[in-house]
């Protein structure tokens, strides 16, 4: 299996993106300042989110989210749309309002508009793109994505950045009410930790419902977000808040995590039609409930690694096999709903678990070496990459074990030759003696 530590990236990679991103968020914040086209932005802050903060990013440091975060003026109404559980609001102020955030209301003057946020959003990033050398928006993306360039060619792409508005609720305001019975980490972090959890603020970000026919107030909806508490959980994982420091016994929740995202990743990219609806969110959905369920840090020590992954994997698994995977934050909200996740897909997603199982997660193995050329065919070259790896052993033997056969066989061939030539002297030494004599 690929080892933890093959996804662990390097200092000096890690710096070296660190600082282009950096550049780039401050340059974008010093831009929206003193941009006087739109006020309502002018305040906004970014909040650094996604698996390089969390301290999960695998392979290379190339993507990063950033969170910009817009105030309210006023308390929010919630309201929470049907068949979601939860996940998906529709936002309205508690009161009229002079302030900047006029210009992105629907015509009953309270209502928040998602998608009037979002196209201000790509405007004013594409005018800021204008002024920053070395950077593009990525077309065809739904979110505001940012891609940064190498400078001597403009072509070749370096990193991107995901620029998500995320509208800030007041911290004097409580979550909404199906947000309030998660999350479940008295056991893992303490009732004093989740009591500190709940008090701090939560997110909308302009997301709309998966899914076609969407009434008006889904196409306007927010989904609700609470990353930047994920981002906490997650680098403080510890049921002791010694768990990993500089001087304390080291952990392997976070190096089960990276392989749960590799194989994850490993499977979209196979079957990428198949798990379309797949992504990372629910491998750390079943981490964090692993999490809470396997509190004692005894039962993550370094030494158990193995066992950890595979007790993770068959929490996916079971999650895959039940249909059921509660929202880590709105346990009302299953993720793994047919109307979010196709129940084809989840039976395809079952199956290629217990096969990656079964076979040894050949998804976590290093690359194969390349077959050697002599065995290309026009059938092999169209074949799916499962099927490679599966062919790399059976290809080679023709190959290799029939020329070891052959060379036996001729061995075998001439001694026996030598041996009936030996024979036949000695008989007609032993028959005419008087022949050997002259």
Not at 276 to 294: E, M, N, P, Q, W
């Amino acid at each position: 299996m690929l080892r933890s530590q093959d996804l662990k990236l390097r200092q000096s990679d890690r710096q070296w993106a660190v600082d282009l991103v950096n550049h780039l968020r401050d340059s974008l914040l010093v831009f929206l300042k003193n941009s006087d086209e739109q006020p309502y932005f002018q305040s906004a802050s970014v909040l650094n989110s996604g698996s390089y903060y969390e301290m999960v990013k695998i392979h290379n440091p190339n993507e990063f989210d950033m969170m910009l975060k817009l105030q309210s003026p006023s308390r929010l109404k919630m309201t929470e749309l049907d068949q979601y559980h939860g996940l998906f609001y529709e936002v309205a102020l508690s009161r009229p309002t002079r302030s900047h955030i006029r210009s992105f209301l629907l015509e009953d003057g309270l209502t928040i508009s998602a998608s009037k946020i979002i196209r201000e959003m790509h405007r004013l990033v594409r005018k800021f793109i204008s002024t920053y050398k070395g950077v593009r928006k990525r077309p065809n993306s739904p979110a505001v994505t940012l891609s940064l360039l190498e400078v001597d060619n403009g072509k070749e792409e370096l990193l991107s950045v995901d620029v998500v508005p995320a509208l800030e609720v007041p911290s004097s305001q409580s979550w909404p009410l199906a947000a309030r019975a998660g999350p479940d980490v008295n056991n893992w972090l303490g009732k004093k930790t989740r009591r500190s959890l709940t008090h701090q603020t939560c997110f909308f970000v302009p997301k709309k419902p998966p899914g076609r026919n969407l009434s008006e107030a889904a196409k306007e909806s927010w989904r609700i977000s609470f990353s930047h508490i994920e981002k906490e959980l997650i680098k403080t994982h510890g049921n002791k808040r010694t768990c990993c420091e500089s001087s304390a016994t080291k952990c392997c929740r976070k190096q089960c995590f990276k392989l749960l995202k590799c194989l994850i990743e490993g499977l979209k990219k196979r079957y990428p039609q198949e798990l379309d609806a797949l992504c990372s969110y629910h491998g750390k959905t079943v981490f964090l409930h692993t999490l809470s369920i396997r509190a004692q840090d005894s039962l993550w020590t370094l030494h158990h690694l193995p066992a950890c992954f595979m007790h993770l994997l068959g929490a996916l698994e079971g999650h895959a096999r039940s249909g059921l995977l509660p929202h880590f934050f709105v346990p009302s909200s299953n993720l793994f709903a047919a109307l979010t996740f196709p129940r084809k897909a989840l039976v395809f997603l079952t199956e290629a678990l217990e096969e990656q199982r079964r076979q040894g997660l050949p998804l976590l193995m290093p690359p194969a070496p390349a077959p050697p050329l002599a065995v290309h065919s026009p059938s092999n070259s169209q074949s799916q990459p499962s099927i490679v790896v599966q062919q790399t052993h059976v290809i080679q033997s023709p190959i290799i074990q029939p020329l070891k056969v052959i060379e036996t066989k001729a061995l075998v061939k001439m001694f026996n030759i030598l041996a009936l030539v030996v024979a036949l002297v000695c008989v007609v030494c032993y028959l005419c003696p008087s022949v050997v004599g002259k």
